[in-house]
């Protein structure tokens, strides 16, 4: 996780009052864009409240989900050495945001060591993320891929409190299908299976 938390832990003191002089804060509304592929790279966000999906486009139109982010995670970080997005962010929640211009992250990277590390090794942990997707993709059955996806649920958005076992947020029938790769109805079978064989409850 590279978060707001992290970044200010891996600051010297001196960079702080720089951090928090050029930094802005954004709210955003579910369903509205925070950046779209094609967008001009201005900066990084860090997720303060709210739930994200991270979207590629795929043959000149379609958009496949590829990451979700919740609280204390980073948007816009693989933009750094680019012009434009090239990827696109929406809000699935009201979300906000803290807001820092490229040019003052990468120059307190550069300048704190500790945080370059700390960032190669964050880039290498969602490179392996990245590929056991595809491996997932590649030779997983569909309904392996959206087991997959619900334990990817629970490791980024948890329980809607500490007693329960009610995900804090779930993500529409669509866009699992969207983020496996298969059919909305798929999906909905699978849930039903899944119910049926007491692994999941379903809550309406």
């Given at each position: 996780m590279f978060s707001n938390k992290i970044f200010k832990k891996y600051c010297s003191a001196e960079w702080l009052p720089i951090f928090d002089m050029n930094k802005s804060t954004i709210h955003v509304k579910a369903k509205q864009r925070i950046f779209n592929e094609g967008d001009p790279v201005k900066g990084v966000y860090f997720i303060e409240g709210g739930k994200v999906k991270v979207l590629a486009g795929f043959n000149g139109k379609d958009e496949k989900i590829i990451r979700i982010a919740s609280n204390d995670m980073i948007l816009g970080h693989r933009g750094i050495n680019y012009k434009h997005y090239h990827i696109s962010s929406e809000a699935l929640t009201d979300t906000t945001l803290t807001f820092l211009p490229i040019n003052i992250f990468l120059k307190i990277v550069k300048a704190n060591p500790n945080m370059a590390v700390y960032l190669l090794d964050f880039f290498i942990e969602e490179l392996r993320e990245a590929e056991d997707r595809m491996d997932s993709l590649l030779n997983f059955d569909p309904k392996k891929r959206i087991a997959i996806v619900l334990l990817k649920l629970i490791d980024c958005f948890g329980y809607i409190d500490k007693k329960s076992n009610?995900?804090?947020?779930?993500?529409?029938?669509?866009?699992?299908?969207?983020?496996?790769?298969?059919?909305?109805?798929?999906?909905?079978?699978?849930?039903?299976?899944?119910?049926?064989?007491?692994?999941?409850?379903l809550s309406w």
């Open positions: 009610l995900l804090s947020f779930t993500l529409s029938r669509a866009d699992i299908a969207n983020m496996v790769g298969t059919t909305y109805e798929t999906v909905i079978r699978t849930l039903a299976n899944f119910e049926k064989l007491k692994y999941i409850e």
